[in-house]
């Protein structure tokens, strides 16, 4: 069973971000889960960053693995973040949600991006899973 649930997101992009979901657990063969994606301010995400990475900076998203023997996790996305970036890679702000959506997945299923050869497996597979959608 898979319980995917969007908070403070807006409705209309809901079926595409969970298709999105859906698509990056298939890839990585995960068939139970329990995530909860929620947005929040820019503030917000800083303090969380703050708090949990030690790091003072406004980030896009944030991932946590809560449970791990159930998959169960919650994503935080900035909505300011998430907008500017949109603005900046031409992106409209449904095709920016689905790609932190499917990034914020890939974290929680073990990928990281801190280094350059981990952030290249990544963004390969962040990328590929992205043009399987269609907006």
Known sequence: MKNIN???FPKKYESVLKKAVLLTLKSEKIQKCE???????DVQI???NIKYRKTHR???VISFLVV???FAGDIYISKGRSQKQAKKYKNIWEQELAYLVIHGTLHLCGYTDYDPENKAKMFAK????FKCLTF
């Open 6 to 8: 969007f908070i403070k």
């Open 35 to 41: 995530i909860n994606f929620i947005m929040v301010s």
């Open 46 to 48: 800083k303090k969380l």
């Open 58 to 60: 406004i980030t896009d």
């Open 68 to 70: 791990p023997e159930l």
């Open 126 to 129: 962040q990328d590929k899973i």
